[in-house]
Nanobody, 120 residues
Framework: QVQLVESGGGLVQAGGSLRLSCAASGNIFGINTMGWHRQAPGKQRELVAIITRGGRINYSDSVKGRFTISRDNAKNTVYLQMNSLNAEDTAVYYC??????????????WGQGTQVTVSS
């Protein structure tokens, strides 16, 4: 059993910053790619940023230069530093991870989501 728990969402004014965290726990042998996605009301879930275990990173064009993804492999945790937030960033943010379990199975796990609301 594996669990991803996000934290750090909330309400912020436009131009402000938030930092999201997502910690994985359970029967984990290792974690490959970790990432953040978001889903705004009435829209499909979209990729925000991903980071491999080795540190390779990709961002969606809409957040490049404003958001920074990082991870702490020792803590099985991924972070998303969000700066210069605007109303279009309002969404539920989900983390996900490709996890190798202690019995060797590969699974993709998702967190429960954390709400980010940017007021203009």
């Amino acid at each position: 059993q594996v669990q991803l728990v996000e934290s750090g969402g909330g309400l912020v004014q436009a131009g402000g910053s938030l930092r999201l965290s997502c910690a994985a726990s359970g029967n984990i042998f290792g974690i490959n790619t970790m990432g953040w996605h978001r889903q705004a009301p009435g829209k499909q879930r979209e990729l925000v940023a991903i980071i491999t275990r080795g540190g390779r990173i990709n961002y969606s064009d809409s957040v490049k230069g404003r958001f920074t993804i990082s991870r702490d492999n020792a803590k099985n945790t991924v972070y998303l530093q969000m700066n210069s937030l605007n109303a279009e960033d309002t969404a539920v943010y989900y983390c996900n991870a490709q996890i190798v379990s202690t019995i060797g199975t590969l699974m993709e796990s998702w967190g429960q989501g954390t709400q980010v609301t940017v007021s203009s």
